[in-house]
């Protein structure tokens, strides 16, 4: 028996899910709710390691603004006796070293470890920072470390 129209023919041929277009929608259902949570799951990934970022970021930003602001105040400790006597400008070191641990002491953030180092002519931070992660550890990757490093020198304003 020859079937009545072409488009008849071409349903015939198909199996029953595609012939009924009810029937394949149920079929696929299960298909978009997978995709659906797949979705839903890379997506929450994304966003806690965007959150690992951005703290990364602050603490990196929060330990140079701390760094830096101890290098320039060890750099405001001037040797006064060698002024008087007309020597160049140069830094007290132990009064500069001084001033710069009690700056890091105050503004460095809770759990950084820093190294100050002190010349005549300049001072250093090196600081560093564990930055816990949320998403990180998870995924089995290392907490990051950040780390500055920062100098700063006595120098003379021009009259």
Same mark, same amino acid.
């Given at each position: ?17 595609? /012939?009924?277009?009810? #029937?394949?929608?149920? !079929? ?6 997978? &995709?659906?949570? =797949? @979705?839903? %799951? ?24 701390? /760094?830096d602001?101890? #290098?320039?105040?060890? !750099? ?6 060698? &002024?008087?006597? =007309? @020597?160049? %400008? ?33 001072v ?7 930055v816990p ?17 920062v ?9």
């Amino acid at each position: 028996m020859l079937p009545a129209s072409p488009r008849a023919a071409s349903r015939e041929r198909l199996p029953e899910n595609r /012939a009924d277009p009810r #029937a394949r929608c149920q !079929a696929e259902r299960g298909q978009a709710e997978i &995709l659906v949570v =797949g @979705a839903f %799951l890379l997506s929450l990934s994304l966003l806690a390691l965007a959150h690992d970022a951005v703290r990364a970021f602050m603490a990196r930003r929060a330990l140079g603004y701390a /760094a830096d602001g101890a #290098a320039l105040a060890g !750099a405001t400790a001037l040797d006064e006796d060698a &002024l008087r006597r =007309g @020597a160049p %400008l140069s830094l007290d070191p132990t009064k500069a070293r001084a001033l710069a641990e009690a700056a890091m002491r105050e503004a460095a953030p809770p759990g950084s470890s820093w190294e100050i180092w002190v010349s005549t002519e300049k001072v250093g931070v090196k600081a560093a920072l564990r930055v816990p992660g949320l998403f990180l550890p998870l995924i089995g990757l290392p907490t990051p470390e950040v780390r500055v490093t920062v100098t700063a020198r006595a120098r003379q304003r021009a009259p």
